[in-house]
C-alpha cells in the first residue's frame, strides 16, 4: 500500500553496499555533466545561472523518493526552459524579481498539476500527444532554441518569442557583433560537436578502453568551460565587451514560499499545464526506454507525483520547473546507476558544487554556455520524420507539419496547443467517417468480404454491411446516413444485416442510431438484422430495449444470417423475432 | 454545380400550381402560430417584441433560397434566444441599444461561422455533441427557460444567468407579487396546456375533423392572446400593474449593418459560436426527421450554409440568431408543406403583420407570452432519460447529468462546453484502454475465443491477443504496456500473435508503438506476429519499413498462425522471414 506511493521503500530494502559503489559512480559523471547543463538551461530560461543549480538540488532527491524509475535524471531540460522563457516574459522583462517570481511560481503550479493527475490516475491525457506531435514540436523547440542562443555567440541583443521575430531582432543587430565573442562562441561550438561523434573514437585510439572513452567525451563541455574561463581571463575577455557569468552566489538554494497571488497563478495555469504535459511525456518517454533495457516497469501514473513532487521541492528552494532529461539519463544509465539513489548522491555533488565551485565559473563566458546548448538541442531537429510520416499517413504528417509551423511561427505554447488540437480535430474526423463495406460471401466459403475487393456471391434482396468501427457518438449521425443512403440506391433490398464484428462498442448515440434506423427501414418494410455482435456489446444490448423492437433478428454468423434471409421466400419481417439472440449470450 | 450550392434551383424548376397551394396553406398556419412564437421568444432574449418579428421574416427567404429541407421553417427558438439573453447580458443591461447590438452582432457571426464551416464541409463538428449531452443540454435549457418566466407570470422583476441565481431572485422578490398578472398569467397558462393535450379531442368530439381539428388547436396561442388583449383592455389592466407589450413600432425590418466592432467580436466570438452549434444541431435532427417521413434527404453541409445565410439575413434586418424549430417545422410538415417556399410565403405573413397587426397587440399582456414560453419549453424536459442511460451506459449517464448540473449551476455556454468536455474526457478515456482479450482456439473449429469467456485451447509458448480497437495514438502507449506486461507474466512465452482482425486502422503512433513492441520482444528472442490484418490497414503497413523489421510473420489467418507457432520445435524466430505478408495483399 505504502510502497506504491513511496516506491523508495521497495528497492531501499535491498539497498547494499556494490549497489551503493554503482550508484555513486554514476553519480559523480552525472554531476559533472549536469553543471555546465544547470547554467545553460537558467540561461535559455533567461533566469540567473545559479537557478539551474537550484533546481538541480532539492528535486533530485524528490524523485528519489517518490520516482519508479530507477535511472532517470531530473533537473532542467532545454524544452521546458524554453517554454519558462516564454510564459514568464509574457509576466514581466527578464532579470527582474517579477520574471524570477513567474518562473518559481510555474514550478509550484507544475508540481501541484502533476501531483493532482497522479492522484487521479489520469496520465492518460498524455495520450493527447501523439507521436508525430511530439516530435515537431521538439524539432521546432529545438530549431527555436538554437536560434535564440546565436546573439550570445555573437554578443549582441536580441529577442523575440517566435523564429520570425528572433531572425528579424538577430539581422538588426548583426552590425555590433562582438569579434572576441564570435572567437569564444564559434570555437567552442565546433568543439563540442566534435567531441559528440570523434572524441570517443580519438580517446580509443590513444589507448582508452571502450567505456572510460565514452564516460571522458561526456566531459567535454567541463573542458570547454575550463579552456574558456582560462582564456576570459588570459585575454582579459570581459573588458573587451564579452559577457561572463559574473557572480554567482555561493550557498544552498534559499527556503522560499512561492507566490500565492492569484492573479498571477491565473495568467501562469495555462502554460504551466502545458509544461506539465510536455514535462511528462519526455519524462516518461525516456524513462520507459531505459527501463525496458533492463526489463524493469514504470508506473506513469507514479511518476506524475514523483515528477510533482521534485517541481515542488524546485519551487521550494527557489529553482524553476524540470522534469527528466534525455541525454543525462542515459549517461546515468550507461554510468550504471542501479537505484534512484544515484540521483540523490548527483544533489549532494551539485550542492557541493553551489558552496565551493561557483567563484570559479565567474569569467565563464556565456558564449560558451550558449555553444552547449546549441550543440545539445540541434541533436533534437529530426529531419527524417516528415518524410516518414509522408509515405505512411497524410492525417499524421499534417498534424506534424501543422505542430511545426506554428511552434515556429506562433511559439511554444500555440505550438503544443495548435498539436493537441489538430491531432484530436483529425482523429475525430476521421472518427466520423469510419470504414464500412457491403459484403458478400467468397464462394464455397463462410468468409465474407468486401464487394469490391473481392469476387463475392450477393442476392438482391439481401443488403450485408460490415461496420468497421465502434459505433459511437462522432459517428451515429454517419451511420444513419451511411445506411439509408445504400438502401434508397438499392429498391430490392427487403433485408439490411449489419455485421457487427469489428464493432467494439455501441454507445448511447450509437444505440439510437440504430433504434432510428430501424424504425425507418420498418416503415419501409425492410427488416435489419444484426450478426457476429460481440460478447461485451451483446451484453451491453441486452440492458436496453433496442433487441424488443429489433425488425429483425440478430444472428451469431453472418453465414447464417445471410444463408437464412436469402432464402426468404418474400414474407415480410416477422418483428419481434429474436429467439436467436437470446441464446447468444 | 450550382445547385448544390442553390437547392433552390432544383426544385423551382418542377413548381407548379398544386405545390403553390399546399406550400400557401402550410405558410397561413405557420404564419398563426409563429406570431406569438416570435414575440415571445424575443421576450425570452430579452429583446423588444418586434425583433421577434424582425427575424422571422429575411432569414425565412434566405434559408428558402439556400437550405436543403423541404419542411423546416425558421426563426426565433427557445434555446438559442436564452443564449442570446445570457451573452448578450454579459455585455450590457437589457433595454440599451448595446444589448440589441450584441444580438444583432450574435446573429452575425453566428452566421459567417455556419457559413465558414458550410464551406469547409465541416458538419462533422457538430458529432462532437453527443445524444446524452445534446439531451441533458436541452432538458436544464428547458427549466430555465420556464423558470426565468416565472417573473412574469409573477409580476415581479427578477434576474439571474443561472438556476440558483433565478430562484433566489425570485424568492426575494415574491412579495411583490402583481395579483391582476397572477389572474392573467394562470388562467393562460392552464389554458395552453389544455390546447396542447385536450383541444384535438374535443374538438372532434363538437364534429370537426381530425386534420381540422389539429390544425384549429394549433391555434390555441393566438386564442390565448386574442383573449387576454380584450381582458386587459376591458379592465384597464396597464393602470392596474400588469405589464403590456406596448407599442411595436410598424413598418418592415430596417435595414442594418451589423458592428463590426473588434472588441465586441473578441467578447462574443465564444458564444456565436456555440449558438451556431446548438442551433446547427437542433435544426439539423428536426430537419432529417421530417425528411425521413417523406423518403427525402437533406445536406448536412448545405445545411449550415442555409442556417448562415438566414443568420447574416438576420442580421442585416435588425433581427438576432434564429435556427430550424421543432414544434413549427412539425406543423409545417403537417400543414402540407412541399417546398421551401412555404417559408417565403409565411415571410410574407409575417411581414404583413408588422406593417398592419402591431397595433392590435398594443394591450397584450407579457404574461400571455410568459405562458406560452412555459408551455412550449416544458415539453423539452425529459425526465426518461436519465434512468435509461444508467442502464445502458454509466458514461453516457455520467456526460447527461453533468451537462445537467453544469447548465443549471453555471448557465448554457458553460453547459454545452462542459457537455463537449467531459463526452470527449470519456471518449478518449476508454479509447486509450480498449478491450483486448487473450485468446484460444474453440476445440475442432477455426474460431479463436477469449480464454475468460470460453473452454478454449493454448499452447504455453504461444500467446495470441487480440486487440479489439484500431491502434491510434490515443492508446498506443497502452498497447506496449499492455503486450509487454502480458508477456512478462508468461515465462515460457516465445511467439506472440496480435490478432488484427478488429484492428480498423494503424495511425503512426500505433506503428511506433508496434515497432517498439517488435524491437523489445526481439532482445528478449520472442517472435512477433499479426494475423487477419484488414486490407486498409495492410496496404499501409506496405508503405512503412515495419514489415520488413517485423521479427515473425503476417499470417492470412489467426487458425493458421497458431497451428505453425504452436508446432514450432523450439528452433529461434527468424527475424525476416515474412514471404506471408507478401502474398497477401
Redesign the interface.
Known amino acids: 500500500m505504502f510502497s506504491r506511493y513511496l516506491p523508495i521503500l521497495e528497492w531501499g530494502r535491498t539497498y547494499n553496499r556494490n549497489v551503493l559503489t554503482d550508484d555513486l559512480m554514476a553519480a559523480v559523471i552525472v554531476t559533472i555533466m549536469l553543471i555546465p547543463q544547470s547554467l545553460a538551461y537558467a540561461l535559455l530560461a533567461g533566469l540567473p545561472p545559479v537557478v539551474g543549480l537550484y533546481a538541480s538540488i532539492l528535486p533530485l532527491v524528490l524523485y528519489a523518493v517518490f520516482g519508479t524509475s530507477r535511472t532517470l535524471a531530473v533537473g532542467p531540460v532545454a524544452v521546458i526552459s524554453l517554454m519558462t522563457a516564454s510564459a514568464a516574459g509574457a509576466i514581466a522583462e527578464q532579470g527582474t524579481a517579477q520574471y524570477l517570481e513567474a518562473a518559481i511560481t510555474l514550478a509550484m503550479l507544475s508540481g501541484v498539476m502533476l501531483a493532482i493527475l497522479g492522484i487521479l490516475r489520469a496520465g492518460?491525457l498524455?495520450?493527447?500527444?501523439?507521436?508525430?506531435?511530439i516530435s515537431g514540436f521538439i524539432t521546432a523547440s529545438g530549431i527555436l532554441i538554437a536560434t535564440s542562443q546565436l546573439k550570445h555567440i555573437l554578443g549582441v541583443t536580441a529577442g523575440g518569442d517566435n523564429w520570425p521575430d528572433m531572425l528579424g531582432s538577430l539581422a538588426a543587430s548583426i552590425d555590433e557583433t562582438n569579434g572576441w565573442t564570435l572567437a569564444i562562441g564559434i570555437p567552442a561550438t565546433m568543439f563540442l560537436f566534435w567531441v559528440r561523434k570523434g572524441a570517443k573514437p580519438a580517446l580509443q585510439k590513444v589507448g582508452l578502453p571502450e567505456r572510460a572513452a565514452d564516460m571522458t567525451a561526456k566531459a567535454g563541455p567541463v573542458v570547454a568551460v575550463a579552456l574558456t574561463i582560462l582564456a576570459a581571463i588570459a585575454f582579459d575577455l570581459q573588458d573587451k565587451g564579452v559577457n561572463i557569468v559574473g557572480a554567482i552566489p555561493q550557498g544552498l538554494p534559499p527556503f522560499a514560499v512561492p507566490s500565492t497571488d492569484l492573479a498571477l497563478i491565473e495568467q501562469l495555469w495555462v502554460p504551466a499545464l502545458l509544461i506539465s504535459i510536455i514535462g511528462f511525456v519526455e519524462s516518461v518517454s525516456v524513462a520507459?526506454t531505459l527501463a525496458?533495457k533492463r526489463?524493469q516497469?514504470i508506473s506513469?501514473d507514479q511518476e506524475l507525483i514523483g515528477l510533482g513532487a521534485a517541481n515542488v521541492a524546485s519551487a521550494f528552494s527557489g529553482g524553476y520547473p524540470v522534469t527528466g532529461g534525455f541525454a543525462r539519463s542515459a549517461v546515468n544509465f550507461d554510468a550504471g546507476a542501479q537505484t534512484p539513489a544515484a540521483g540523490a548522491y548527483t544533489a549532494v555533488g551539485i550542492a557541493l558544487a553551489t558552496l565551493f565551485l561557483t567563484p570559479l565559473l565567474f569569467s565563464l563566458p556565456i558564449a560558451t554556455l550558449a555553444a552547449t546548448i546549441i550543440v545539445a538541442v540541434l541533436s533534437l531537429v529530426d529531419l527524417k520524420t516528415p518524410g516518414?510520416?509522408w509515405?505512411?499517413?497524410k492525417?499524421?504528417f499534417a498534424a506534424h507539419i501543422a505542430t511545426i509551423a506554428i511552434t515556429l511561427i506562433a511559439g511554444v505554447e500555440m505550438g503544443v496547443i495548435a498539436g493537441v488540437v489538430v491531432?484530436?480535430l483529425l482523429?475525430?474526423?476521421?472518427a466520423?467517417?469510419?470504414?464500412a463495406a457491403i459484403v458478400g460471401r467468397v464462394p464455397e466459403t463462410e468468409h465474407f468480404r468486401?464487394v469490391e475487393?473481392h469476387e463475392v456471391f450477393t442476392v438482391p434482396h439481401v443488403l450485408s454491411i460490415r461496420i468497421?468501427?465502434?459505433l459511437?457518438?462522432?459517428?451515429?449521425?454517419?451511420l444513419?446516413e451511411y445506411v439509408?443512403?445504400e438502401v434508397?440506391e438499392r429498391p430490392a433490398v427487403r433485408h439490411v444485416i449489419l455485421m457487427c464484428?469489428?464493432v467494439?462498442?455501441i454507445?448511447?448515440?450509437g444505440?439510437?442510431s440504430l433504434e432510428?434506423i430501424n424504425h425507418?427501414l420498418g416503415d419501409?418494410g425492410i427488416g435489419l438484422h444484426l450478426s457476429e455482435v460481440?460478447?461485451?456489446v451483446m451484453d451491453?444490448l441486452q440492458?436496453?430495449h433496442f433487441l424488443e423492437e429489433l425488425n429483425g433478428q440478430v444472428f451469431l454468423s453472418q453465414s447464417r444470417a445471410f444463408e437464412k434471409l436469402a432464402s426468404d421466400d418474400g414474407a415480410p419481417p416477422e418483428p419481434h423475432d429474436h429467439y436467436l439472440a437470446r441464446g447468444l449470450i
Do not use: I
Open positions: 492518460f498524455a495520450n493527447l500527444l501523439s507521436h508525430p506531435v520507459q525496458a526489463r516497469r506513469p516518414r510520416l509515405r505512411y499517413s492525417a499524421d491531432g484530436l482523429y475525430l474526423w476521421r466520423s467517417r469510419p470504414h468486401n475487393r468497421d468501427e465502434a459511437t457518438y462522432l459517428n451515429a449521425r454517419w444513419e439509408l443512403e434508397a464484428s469489428a467494439n462498442a454507445d448511447a448515440s444505440l439510437e432510428a425507418r419501409g460481440k460478447g461485451p451491453r440492458r436496453s
